[in-house]
T-cell receptor, first 117, second 114 residues
Framework: GAVVSQHPSRVICKSGTSVKIECRSLDFQATTMFWYRQFPKQSLMLMATSNEGSKATYEQGVEKDKFLINHASLTLSTLTVTSAHPEDSSFYIC?????????????FGPGTRLTVT | GDSVTQMEGPVTLSEEAFLTINCTYTATGYPSLFWYVQYPGEGLQLLLKATKADDKGSNKGFEATYRKETTSFHLEKGSVQVSDSAVYFCALSDSGGGADGLTFGKGTHLIIQP
């Protein structure tokens, strides 16, 4: 099946620094990638939708200047958390989707645990 | 907006027991419904899906039927195994044909004891 990787799996950074998380589709080209955030014992919350070669679409309440998304190729999307603060500590998960239809399966990465100290 | 509500866990069962994990949803359109499973240390994997009312999704002995009249998509399995221990997420996509992110429930942690 389709595989999506994320790097790094865990990262600890100091408050005020920026962190980049990579999401790669390893054996398929993903027209669309999604970024989710998951707090402990909470559901995954969609942050943004990323289409290759165009600007990301952010969900209401997500600061686009804080969570920078770049989808430079059909196999790579990056999420950069700028000027991170402790409240940004969370589990970030990406997914990649073939095609555009909403019924298509999304393939999920294993997630990245961000801790901001 | 769209939302998904599923039973909170953890749910602990003995091996070979019958499993039901309830899931209900609210959506403005005609959503597709999904169950994802997350095994320890791994990413979410699609378990099954249904795209229209009365459809039944099934995989690995798990089943769920899209019930529009009750806005439900309950997950069932007749005889669970220890290897089924995982977190199960109910989700919907209300994209209307375009690419759309998923709306997830909070997840249900299932523990199967031998």
């Amino acid at each position: 099946g389709a595989v999506v990787s994320q790097h790094p799996s865990r990262v600890i950074c100091k408050s005020g620094t920026s962190v980049k998380i990579e999401c790669r589709s390893l054996d398929f080209q993903a027209t669309t990638m999604f970024w989710y955030r998951q707090f402990p014992k909470q559901s995954l919350m969609l942050m943004a939708t990323s289409n290759e070669g165009s600007k990301a679409t952010y969900e209401q309440g997500v600061e686009k200047d804080k969570f920078l998304i770049n989808h430079a190729s059909l196999t790579l999307s990056t999420l950069t958390v700028t000027s991170a603060h402790p409240e940004d500590s969370s589990f970030y998960i990406c997914s990649a989707q073939l095609g555009l239809a909403g019924v298509d399966e999304q393939y999920f990465g294993p997630g990245t645990r961000l801790t901001v100290t | 907006g769209d939302s998904v509500t599923q039973m909170e866990g953890p749910v602990t069962l003995s091996e070979e027991a019958f499993l039901t994990i309830n899931c209900t949803y609210t959506a403005t359109g005609y959503p597709s419904l999904f169950w994802y499973v997350q095994y320890p240390g791994e990413g979410l994997q699609l378990l099954l899906k249904a795209t229209k009312a009365d459809d039944k999704g099934s995989n690995k002995g798990f089943e769920a039927t899209y019930r529009k009249e009750t806005t439900s998509f309950h997950l069932e399995k007749g005889s669970v195994q220890v290897s089924d221990s995982a977190v199960y997420f109910c989700a919907l996509s209300d994209s209307g044909g375009g690419a759309d992110g998923l709306t997830f429930g909070k997840g249900t942690h299932l523990i199967i004891q031998p």
